[in-house]
């Protein structure tokens, strides 16, 4: 990413805050018995650190994820979304980032390891949310069911960004990734 210009990861950080809100606002699905709902902005916000790397990724990640709770009615949840996304996003950046330094990493290995790294960033995120709203409610049993939902949220997520990833991969478009299969060497 060294190649780009300031104002270009700016503009890119800022289209996928956009990304990452509009997936969150545009489906969601209300968890019953809860006051939360699942959307498919965490596949977003796996395609943002892939993307933009674990700084810019993180930072759109958190960003995003906060602005899609106060436009969508959750004001509430905005500090913790904040916190959550951006953990989450800083998770799966770190992983990626270190399965790049490791110079044998070919690119089926990455993709194993970008799943592995959804995961962990996934199980990070279910527990956080649990853990909020047994805070913010004052209630541990209740913030149980809306764990398997996190978890397949997660999920839906994870395979849509593999997806996106991989074809934006064979576009001319991955010259913008900071990490991009086209980088990565091919055994």
């Known amino acids: 990413m060294e190649t780009k210009s300031n104002t270009f ?16 606002l545009f ?4 968890i019953p018995f809860t006051q939360g709902y699942v959307h498919l902005g965490d596949a977003m916000v796996f ?6 790397g674990w700084k810019y990724g993180a930072l759109a990640s958190a960003l995003g994820g906060m602005l899609g709770d106060i436009i969508g009615g959750f004001a509430a949840w905005a500090p913790w979304t904040f916190a959550i996304k951006g953990i989450m996003a800083l998770i799966l950046g ?11 990493v070919n690119g089926k290995k990455f993709i194993v390891l970008e799943v592995i790294g959804m995961v962990i960033a996934g199980l990070f995120m279910a527990a956080a949310y649990y853990f909020a709203e047994g805070i913010m ?4 049993v209740s913030p149980l069911l809306g764990i398997p939902w ?3 949220q997660f999920a839906v997520g994870m395979i ?14 991955r010259t913008y990734f900071t990490y991009s299969q086209k980088t990565v060497t091919k055994k």
């Open 47 to 52: 395609l943002s650190v892939l993307i933009l």
């Open 9 to 24: 990861r700016i503009v890119l950080t800022a289209l996928m805050v956009c990304l990452i809100m509009v997936a969150i």
């Open 160 to 173: 849509l960004s593999v997806v996106i990833a991989t074809a934006l991969c064979k576009t001319p478009a």
């Open 137 to 140: 409610y004052g209630n541990w």
């Open 27 to 30: 489906i969601r699905v209300p």
């Open 150 to 152: 996190n978890i397949g």
């Open 94 to 104: 770190l992983i990626v980032m270190k399965a790049f330094e490791n110079n044998d």
